[in-house]
T-cell receptor, first 115, second 116 residues
Framework: ETGVTQSPTHLIKTRGQQVTLRCSSQ?????VSWYQQALGQGPQFIFQ???????GRGNFPPRFSGLQFPNYSSELNVNALELDDSALYLC??????????????FGPGTRLTVL | KNQVEQSPQSLIILEGKNCTLQ??????????LRWYKQDTGRGPVSLTI?????NTKSNGRYTATLDADTKQSSLHITASQLSDSASYIC???????????????FGTGTQLKVEL
C-alpha cells in the first residue's frame, strides 16, 4: 500500500450537482496532485498543491477547485457536474515541491459517475 | 506538444512467459521516465524511475530500459505471474515550468493479461 487514502471509493451524482472528493496524503508529503482518469485512458493532470498553495494547473475549467490542509489532507471540488466528469479521480502525494522529480504515491481513487 | 505513445495497446501471455512493453516519447526537455502498474480500479503504483543518465533499472521481475537518444523505453517482465495482469503506464517528466504535475505526460497504458 502507498499510504495514500481517498474517500469515498464510489460516488453517483446527477448533472448540475456539486461533489467533494477527499484525499489523505502520506505524513510529511507536502505536495498533492489530482488527476482525472477516464476509462481506458491515462491520468490527466488537474492541479497540484504545495503547502496549501496551488502551484500548477492542467487544462481543466475553474469549476474544478481544490484545497490542501496542514494535516496532509486535501479536497477536490467539482461544481456543476457534467456527464463527461464521470471518471476515476486519483490523488498522488510526493515529498518535495515538484512532483515531477519526486516519486508520486497514488491513492486508490474515487470512481465518480454522473447521471 | 509533449506526447507519450505506448505499444501494444493490449497483450495476452501465458503464465511463466516473458514480455516487453514499449514506450516512445516526445517530451522535452526530458527529466525522468517512470513506469507504473495499475490494477483495475486502483491507483497506479510506481515500478521504476529513470533519469537521463540511467540505461536500465530493475525491480524484481521488472526491468526497464531507457534510450534517451531515440526517446524510447521498454519494460520487460520476466516469468510472468497471474498477478501481473494490469495496466502498465509510462510517464515522462519534463524539466522547467511551475508546478510539478504540469510537467508529467502520461501514456494511455498497455493492458496486460496473464493467463494459465
Amino acid at each position: 500500500e502507498t499510504g495514500v487514502t481517498q474517500s469515498p471509493t464510489h460516488l453517483i451524482k446527477t448533472r448540475g450537482q456539486q461533489v467533494t472528493l477527499r484525499c489523505s496524503s502520506q505524513s510529511g508529503h507536502n505536495t498533492v496532485s489530482w488527476y482525472q482518469q477516464a476509462l481506458g485512458q491515462g491520468p490527466q493532470f488537474i492541479f497540484q498543491y504545495y503547502r496549501e498553495e496551488e502551484n500548477g494547473r492542467g487544462n481543466f475549467p475553474p469549476r474544478f477547485s481544490g484545497l490542501q490542509f496542514p494535516n496532509y489532507s486535501s479536497e477536490l471540488n467539482v461544481n456543476a457536474l457534467e456527464l463527461d466528469d464521470s471518471a476515476l479521480y486519483l490523488c498522488a502525494s510526493s515529498l518535495g515541491a515538484s512532483g515531477a522529480s519526486d516519486t508520486q504515491y497514488f491513492g486508490p481513487g474515487t470512481r465518480l459517475t454522473v447521471l | 506538444k509533449n506526447q507519450v505513445e505506448q505499444s501494444p495497446q493490449s497483450l495476452i501471455i501465458l503464465e511463466g512467459k516473458n514480455c516487453t512493453l514499449q514506450c516512445n516519447y516526445t517530451v522535452s526537455p526530458f527529466s525522468n521516465l517512470r513506469w507504473y502498474k495499475q490494477d483495475t480500479g486502483r491507483g497506479p503504483v510506481s515500478l521504476t524511475i529513470m533519469t537521463f543518465s540511467e540505461n536500465t533499472k530493475s525491480n524484481g521481475r521488472y526491468t526497464a530500459t531507457l534510450d534517451a537518444d531515440t526517446k524510447q523505453s521498454s519494460l520487460h517482465i520476466t516469468a510472468s505471474q497471474l498477478s501481473d495482469s494490469a495496466s502498465y503506464i509510462c510517464v515522462v517528466s519534463a524539466i522547467g515550468g511551475t508546478g510539478g504535475g504540469n510537467k508529467l505526460t502520461f501514456g494511455t497504458g498497455t493492458q496486460l493479461k496473464v493467463e494459465l
